[in-house]
């Protein structure tokens, strides 16, 4: 399985972006498929997180109400709707698939053990 990114950009603080991630194959190989996100000096982490099946999603504490993951199986796409960015948004944003287990909520963060990556997309959330 390949992951692509798009959807990245300049945007000002308050404003939405939606982020899409294809994939070479079924996205319902893989049991469940996150979004992460690395801003300058942090480690990548966790955002939110959609399990292919049934649609269920849980999100990290930081984009929980603002943030909406979402999947078309037909497609093999997931997305990631995001509505009043804050600068702290800004990040590379990866795709993440190729997990036996659904996510869990740990530390703030959503988590599984994926095995394949997106090459990422940047996102600037800047005035």
């Known amino acids: 399985l390949q992951l692509v990114e798009s959807g990245g950009g300049l945007v000002q603080p308050g404003g939405s972006l939606r982020l899409s991630c294809a994939t070479s194959?079924?996205?319902?190989?893989?049991?469940?498929i996150a979004w992460y996100r690395q801003a300058p000096g942090k480690e990548r982490r966790g955002i939110a997180c959609?399990?292919?099946?049934?649609?269920?999603?849980i999100y990290g504490t930081s984009v929980n109400g603002r943030f909406t993951i979402s999947r078309d199986n037909a497609k093999n796409t997931v997305y990631l709707q995001m509505n009043s960015l804050k600068p702290e948004a800004t990040a590379l944003y990866y795709c993440?698939?190729?997990?036996?287990?659904?996510?869990?909520?740990?530390?703030?963060?959503?988590?599984?053990?994926?095995?394949?990556w997106g090459q990422g997309t940047s996102v600037t959330v800047s005035s």
């Open positions: 993440a698939a190729d997990s036996p287990t659904r996510c869990i909520y740990y530390n703030d963060y959503v988590w599984a053990d994926f095995e394949t």
């Open positions: 194959g079924s996205i319902l190989d893989s049991v469940a």
């Open positions: 959609i399990s292919t099946s049934d649609g269920n999603s």
